[in-house]
């Protein structure tokens, strides 16, 4: 079956960057797109695609792909960032899945 | 601008079926590529997707609760109705609609989310 792993907590200082990960067998064909899920509220995207930001996105969130790893990475996290991030991709069978979700704490 | 809305009860009992509706607005689906689906998030758990219906009716549903779901859309009332039976405790959760607007797209992205609807199941 499709299954995507992510790291379960990432922190991160202020102002620094951090790399979130995502793998998966599906990822060598497929790119992950990034949500971000603050407390009480529905998912966004943040990132889709290659790297590809919906309008409203800070340009310090960014995507990445190799082999079965896709990354996201924030570039100068501010305190806003904290939050959960998942990532999610397709399979070959037009079917979703997402990864378990990263805890991103600033510091 | 696209909106999604869940409705539906918000407590059901043990072995009861589940109906949960989607009202959207903001596109159409009978647009080639566009897809609604709901995806599922236990307290404190990570996100679970469920299903996906397309434009063309085609259905995908996720592989451990095929069994039971059923997804339908109503084109004519915006509308996408999900069914799941034999509800139990363990099937708790905030219930999303999302929009999904490419079938074709190389990342299974879901653009857009209802705010959720939090159903419990308890007797």
């Known amino acids: 079956s499709s299954e995507l792993t992510q790291d379960p907590a990432v922190s991160v200082a202020l102002g620094q960057t951090v790399r979130i990960t995502c793998q998966g067998d599906n990822l060598r064909s497929y790119y992950a797109s990034w949500y971000q899920q603050k407390p009480g509220q529905a998912p966004v995207v943040v990132i889709y695609?290659?790297?590809n930001r919906p309008s409203g996105i800070p340009d310090r969130f960014s995507g990445s792909s190799s082999g079965s790893t896709a990354s996201l990475t924030i570039t100068g996290a501010q305190a806003e960032d904290e939050a959960d991030y998942y990532c999610n991709s397709r399979d070959t069978s037009g079917n979703v899945v997402f990864g378990g979700g990263t805890k991103l704490t600033v510091l | 601008q696209i909106t999604l809305k869940e409705s539906g009860p918000i407590l059901v009992k043990p072995t009861q079926t589940l109906t949960l509706t989607c009202s959207f607005s903001g596109f159409s689906l009978r647009t080639r590529g566009v897809g609604v689906g709901w995806i599922r998030q236990p307290p404190g758990k990570a996100l679970e997707w469920l299903a996906l219906?397309?434009?063309?009716?085609?259905?995908r549903y996720s592989p451990s609760l095929r069994s039971r779901l059923t997804i339908t859309k109503d084109i004519s009332k915006n509308q996408v109705v999900l069914t799941m039976t034999n509800m139990d405790p363990v099937d708790t959760a905030t219930y999303y609609c999302?929009?999904?607007?490419?079938?074709?797209?190389?990342?299974?992205?879901?653009?857009?989310w209802g705010q959720g609807i939090l159903v419990t199941v308890s007797s």
């Open positions: 219906i397309y434009w063309d009716d085609d259905k």
């Open positions: 999302v929009y999904r607007s490419n079938y074709y797209d190389s990342s299974g992205t879901l653009d857009y």
């Open positions: 695609g290659k790297n």
